[in-house]
T-cell receptor
C-alpha cells in the first residue's frame, strides 16, 4: 500500500546550499500534507504542512510546494545546515487523522 | 521531549509469543495513534483511538489489537508473533481527531525484536 512514495532514500548536500526532498502520492483523497523530521533514537517531529487548497507554504528556511495535478510535493531547505541532517518523512492525510507516510529520505548536510 | 511516553524501550521475545506495548499521550491529548516502522519501510499507520473509541484503522493485522483506557493511555497488543513483526512501534498523540488540524506528537518508539 504505497500511497505515498519518497523515491530517494538519501540525499547529500553542502552546507549553505539548497536541499530539495521530493514526495509523490497516488490517492487523490488526500487533502493535507505534512513533513516530519526524525533524528536517530527519537520519534518523528512535525516540521511543516500544507493544505491541498494551497500550492506553497513557507516557514523560515523551510518551504513546501504542492503540485496537485502531478500529485507531487517537495520540501526545500534554504540554506541547509549540518543540524538539518536527519531522516525526512513525507505524510498525507484525510479524514480522521489516518495518515500515510513515505519511506523517508536521509538528508546529510556536509560542513 | 514530545511529552509522549512509550514503554518498554526495547523488547526481545520469541515467535508465537504475545507482548503489550504501552503509550501515554501528552497531557490533554485525546487521540492516540499507533504506527509500525519496519526496516527500510516508512511509517505504517495501524490504528487511531479518540477518547477511548476506535476512530480509524489502517494496515493492522488481526493478530494485533489496541485499546485506549479511561485515563487515555493506550496499549497495543501483538500476539502469535512472527519474525516479520520485528519493527519499531511508534505511538503518537494529538488533541483532536484530525491529522489536518492537530499536529501529531510522537513518542520515542518501542523496538520489538522477535527471535
Amino acid at each position: 500500500d504505497q500511497q505515498v512514495k519518497q523515491n530517494s532514500p538519501s540525499l547529500s548536500v553542502q552546507e549553505g546550499r539548497i536541499s530539495i526532498l521530493n514526495c509523490d502520492y497516488t490517492n487523490s483523497m488526500f487533502d493535507y500534507f505534512l513533513w516530519y523530521k526524525k533524528y536517530p533514537a527519537e520519534g518523528p517531529t512535525f516540521l511543516i504542512s500544507i493544505s491541498s487548497i494551497k500550492d506553497k507554504n513557507e516557514d523560515g528556511r523551510f518551504t513546501v510546494f504542492l503540485n496537485k495535478s502531478a500529485k507531487h510535493l517537495s520540501l526545500h531547505i534554504v540554506p541547509s545546515q549540518p543540524g538539518d541532517s536527519a531522516v525526512y518523512f513525507c505524510a498525507a492525510s484525510w479524514g480522521y487523522g489516518d495518515m500515510r507516510f513515505g519511506a523517508g529520505t536521509r538528508l546529510t548536510v556536509k560542513p | 521531549d514530545s511529552g509522549v511516553t512509550q514503554t518498554p524501550k526495547h523488547l526481545i521475545t520469541a515467535t508465537g509469543q504475545r507482548v503489550t506495548l504501552r503509550c501515554s499521550p501528552r497531557s490533554g491529548d485525546l487521540s492516540v495513534y499507533w504506527y509500525q516502522q519496519s526496516l527500510d519501510q516508512g511509517l505504517q499507520f495501524l490504528i487511531q483511538y479518540y477518547n477511548g473509541e476506535e476512530r480509524a484503522k489502517g494496515n493492522i493485522l488481526e493478530r494485533f489489537s489496541a485499546q485506549q483506557f479511561p485515563d487515555l493511555h493506550s496499549e497495543l497488543n501483538l500476539s502469535s508473533l512472527e519474525l516479520g513483526d520485528s519493527a519499531l512501534y511508534f505511538c503518537a498523540s494529538s488533541f483532536g481527531t484530525s491529522g489536518r488540524r492537530f499536529e501529531q506528537f510522537f513518542g520515542p518508539g518501542t523496538r520489538l525484536t522477535v527471535l
